[in-house]
């Protein structure tokens, strides 16, 4: 079974400052989708960036990016110029692609870490 | 703007008393999603409809139970709340098209159970 470790519970960080938020993942699978969403406070959970497992390269998203190392089952998240907008909750989020013809697979999460940017 | 609608937001129901929430998507997708998150904690999948197929997880409660009668709406019936089912109920949507199987979440219902 898979499993995602989120094992910073709160981190705090200065405006306009850089922060990274860890992630490690246990699978035994070799193609999959890898996820960051953020909840802010009382609000909707947005997608914030989204990496496949057979692209070697690092997506990013304006200042949000990802480190993915496959060998070392991590993908941390980098905020860049954190912004006050940024304070939410993160949560790290794991998922197999569905069979061909099978029913889609579910996403398995992180605890979160939560994240207050500070002004 | 396409996305996913849940209403109400906040609801309020008595212990027992049957209680339904609605989801409505604009996205045209084909999986529709019902999480349940308490406070603090990740959301947990409840089950989920692929089209028109019903999906379980082995753990959801039986007063758990959903309807999908079209493609846009899905409903989250709750038969006897009991106390330890106050939480955010999260609908989220996916389309299953070349494995883009990236979900989108509404707003969330929070749910009272008093």
């Known amino acids: 079974a898979q499993t995602v470790t989120q094992s910073q519970p709160e981190m705090s960080v200065q405006e306009a400052e850089t922060v990274t938020l860890s992630c490690t993942y246990d699978?035994?699978?070799?193609?999959?989708?890898l996820f960051w969403y953020k909840q802010p406070p009382s609000r909707q959970m947005i997608l914030v960036i989204r990496q496949e497992a057979y692209k070697q390269q690092n997506a990013t998203e304006n200042r949000f990016s990802v480190n993915f190392q496959k060998a070392a089952k991590s993908f941390s998240l980098k905020i860049s110029d954190s912004q006050l907008g940024d304070t939410a909750m993160y949560f790290c989020a794991f998922m197999k692609p569905r069979n061909y013809g099978g029913a889609t697979n579910k996403l398995i999460f992180g605890t979160g870490t939560l994240l207050a940017v500070q002004p | 703007d396409a996305m996913v609608i849940q209403n109400p937001r906040y609801q309020v129901t008595q212990f027992g008393k049957p209680v339904t929430l609605s989801c409505s998507q604009t996205?045209?997708?084909?999986?529709m999603y019902w999480y349940q998150q308490k406070s603090s904690q990740a959301p947990k999948l409840l089950f989920h409809y692929y089209d028109k197929d019903f999906n379980n997880e082995a753990d959801t409660p039986d007063n758990f139970q959903s309807r999908r009668p079209n493609t846009s709406f899905c409903f989250l019936d709750i038969r006897s709340p009991g106390l330890g089912d106050a939480a955010m109920y999260l609908c989220a949507t996916s389309r299953v098209w070349l494995s883009k199987e990236t979900q989108y979440f509404g707003p969330g219902t929070r749910l009272l159970v008093l």
């Open positions: 699978t035994s699978e070799s193609n999959y989708y």
């Open positions: 996205l045209n997708h084909n999986v």
